[in-house]
């Protein structure tokens, strides 16, 4: 199966992440580690190189910093080191809005 095309930014790094959270994660919420495998093996074919330690990084704090306009976090914790898409932001990401 080809992978999905995987840019280098931390722009798209965090649309690969709130794409993981959305569609592994759900309520359960996935790790630091387990999104950061997930990205490797849907956007760059297995292949840990093509996406750099700090790019990841980058990413995953911005994201973890983020809130909606509204002031809601764009993250919330459901277990330990398990984080979640919040429930109705993953929504609005699911029907493209």
């Not at 580690?33 to 911005?62: C, P």
Request: glycine share 10%.
């Amino acid at each position: 199966e080809e992978p999905e095309p995987g840019e280098v930014n931390y722009g798209a790094c965090q649309v690969h992440l709130i794409k993981a959270r959305r569609d592994q994660g759900r309520s359960a919420g996935l790790t630091k580690a387990d999104a950061k495998g997930i990205i490797v093996d849907r956007f760059h074919g297995g292949d840990a190189k093509r996406l750099a330690r700090s790019t990841f990084a980058t990413a995953w704090s911005t994201l973890m910093e983020k809130e909606t306009p509204e002031g809601e976090a764009y993250m919330v914790n459901v277990q330990g080191e398990k984080w979640a898409l919040n429930a109705m932001l993953a929504e609005s990401v699911l029907s493209g809005n």
